[in-house]
């Protein structure tokens, strides 16, 4: 079965550099989504991300956060001075069309970002 | 405001019991979907169950079946015959149906299911 696939699956990086997270979504699909979920929490949506373009985004997701789809088939967060408070599991998901209500968001197994 | 609500922070089951997760949500639109993911403890979301706001039967998917009840806006997650692989973070999410919302996932806090032989 097709899967979202995210590298690495552990980034450790010093506080106030940058970092890029890395995600491969299923071949088909056309809406690419990150979330974040800080230890013990919810998750939370950062961005949606459709026809190179972002279409929605929350609050989390500041001037220090940006989203790129380089080729035909990676899709990336970064972030440019990563803070304490950015540790967290970072989630890329996928979906078909979003049209149908139905679609589900297939996820990726996480990247756990630690500051130190 | 929250807009799902899991009111269960930890529950426990025993081996092939069922067991019903609740999840009430929050919404003005009459279009959204209902979905349940499953969080192991190795971090992973796995997709389980969708109802549709205009769904009229409640969604089943083999052990997982969903109790739909609209107008107490309620979307509980029924799991028959547990098994010890159920226990995992179970969350609820609602994706409300306008399109300028991007369709983003809006999740519970979770429920911790334990399931002991």
């Known amino acids: 079965e097709p899967e979202v696939t995210q590298t690495p699956s552990h980034q450790v990086t010093q506080m106030g550099q940058e970092v890029i997270l890395r995600c491969v979504p299923i071949?088909?699909?056309?809406?690419f989504y990150w979330y974040r979920q800080i230890l013990g929490q919810k998750v939370e949506f950062l961005v949606s991300?459709?026809?190179?373009?972002?279409?929605?985004k929350s609050e989390i997701f500041d001037d220090q956060f940006s989203v790129e789809r380089p080729d035909g088939s990676n899709f990336t967060l970064k972030i440019r001075s990563t803070k304490l408070e950015d540790s967290a599991m970072y989630f890329c998901?996928?979906?078909?069309?979003?049209?149908?209500?139905?679609?589900?968001?297939?996820f990726g197994d996480g990247t756990r970002l630690s500051i130190l | 405001a929250q807009k799902i609500t899991q009111t269960q922070p930890g529950m426990f089951v025993q081996e092939k019991e069922a067991v019903t997760l609740d999840c009430t949500y929050d919404t003005s639109d009459q279009s959204y979907g209902l979905f349940w993911y499953k969080q192991p403890s190795s971090g992973e979301m796995i997709f389980l169950i969708y109802?549709?706001?205009?769904?009229?039967q409640n969604a089943t998917e083999g052990r997982y079946s969903l109790n739909f009840q609209k107008a107490r806006k309620s979307a509980n997650l029924v799991i028959s015959a547990s098994q010890l692989g159920d226990s995992a973070m179970y969350f609820c999410?609602?994706?409300?149906?306008?399109?300028?919302?991007?369709?983003?996932?809006?999740f519970g806090k979770g429920t911790s299911l334990l399931v002991t032989p």
């Open positions: 999410a609602m994706r409300e149906g306008h399109r300028n919302s991007g369709y983003a996932l809006n």
């Open positions: 071949s088909n699909h056309l809406y």
């Open positions: 109802q549709g706001s205009y769904d009229e």
């Open positions: 991300f459709y026809n190179n373009e972002i279409s929605e």
């Open positions: 998901a996928s979906s078909e069309k979003t049209l149908a209500r139905n679609q589900p968001q297939h």
